[in-house]
C-alpha cells in the first residue's frame, strides 16, 4: 500500500522482508521487516550501518524478541551518535504506555496524536445463524448434543432436543431449540410465548433475486460511501 501511495513498484524504493520471502533490492530505502528479520541482521551488523531509522510499530506487544530488541536498539544508539552517524529509534502504538519507554529511553520525547473511535456492534452466534438462515443438524459430529431425543442444536433445527443451557427453550410448534435471548422461533418464527407468528410480506415471485438489507453494516463517520462490515 504504501509503494502504491508512493507511485512506486513494489521491491524498488519500498520493499519488505519475511521469513522465506523478500521483495527488495539495493535501491531500497524504506523496508519493512519483522522483529526476527531485523535482529538477524543484527547479528551481522550490528551496528545497522547502513540504517537511519528504525520504526518499531505495535511496541506494547511484549515479547521476547521485541523486548531483546528494544535493548539492543538502546545500546546501539550512543554506539552510533560516538561514531557521527545518529541512529533515529521511533516507537509506536496505540495503546503504548509511554511513561515507561520515556523513561527507559533516556527520557525521550513523545508525541501523542488524538485518535478516533468507530461504532462496534456485537454479534452473538445466533446472529449469525439468522443472518445466514442456517440451520445445524442432530446428526452434525460437532454440533452440541444430548436431552431426549439425541439431537440438539445451535439456535434451531434440531429436533427433540430439549433446551441445552438454563433460559433456551423449545419452540411449540417445530420443537426446534432456540436461544434464551430470541424472541421467536428461528427456524419457523414462532413466538416464544407460544403464539401464532404474524403473517409477514408476501414472498418474492420464484426466480426473482432476492435482497435482505444487513442490519450489521455500520457506516463509518466520515465515510457515507465505506462501511464496517463483519
Not at 123 to 129: C, K, M
Not at 148 to 155: A, D, K, L, Q
Not at 160 to 168: A, I, L, N, S, V
Not at 201 to 223: E, I, M, N, Q, T
Amino acid at each position: 500500500r504504501v509503494a502504491q501511495e508512493r507511485g512506486d513498484a513494489l521491491g524498488t524504493t519500498v520493499g519488505y522482508t519475511i521469513r522465506l520471502e523478500s521483495r527488495a533490492t539495493v535501491n531500497t530505502r524504506l523496508l519493512f521487516c519483522t522483529t526476527g528479520i531485523l535482529l538477524k541482521r543484527l547479528e551481522e551488523d550490528e551496528t545497522l550501518r547502513n540504517v537511519t531509522h528504525v520504526f518499531v510499530d505495535e511496541v506494547h506487544e511484549r515479547s521476547i524478541e521485541s523486548d531483546f530488541l528494544l535493548m539492543v536498539l538502546r545500546d546501539l544508539i550512543p554506539k552510533r551518535e560516538v561514531a557521527g552517524a545518529p541512529l533515529k529509534v521511533v516507537l509506536m502504538s496505540a495503546t503504548l504506555d509511554a511513561r515507561l519507554f520515556h523513561d527507559y529511553f533516556w527520557d525521550a520525547p513523545s508525541v501523542k496524536f488524538p485518535g478516533r473511535t468507530f461504532p462496534v456492534t456485537e454479534l452473538y452466534l445466533e446472529d449469525a445463524l439468522e443472518a445466514t438462515n442456517h440451520v445445524v443438524r442432530g446428526y452434525e459430529d460437532w454440533c452440541r448434543k444430548g436431552g431426549p431425543g439425541g439431537g440438539g442444536s445451535f439456535g434451531a433445527g434440531g429436533a427433540g432436543g430439549g433446551p441445552k443451557r438454563p433460559g433456551d427453550w423449545s419452540c411449540s410448534t417445530c420443537n426446534s431449540n432456540n436461544f434464551a435471548r430470541r424472541a421467536a422461533c428461528l427456524q419457523c418464527g414462532t413466538p416464544k410465548d407460544g403464539r401464532p407468528p404474524t403473517p409477514g410480506p408476501p414472498s418474492a415471485a420464484p426466480g426473482a433475486p432476492g435482497f435482505k438489507p444487513d442490519p450489521r453494516s455500520v457506516p463509518l463517520a466520515d465515510r457515507d460511501d465505506e462501511f464496517l462490515s463483519l
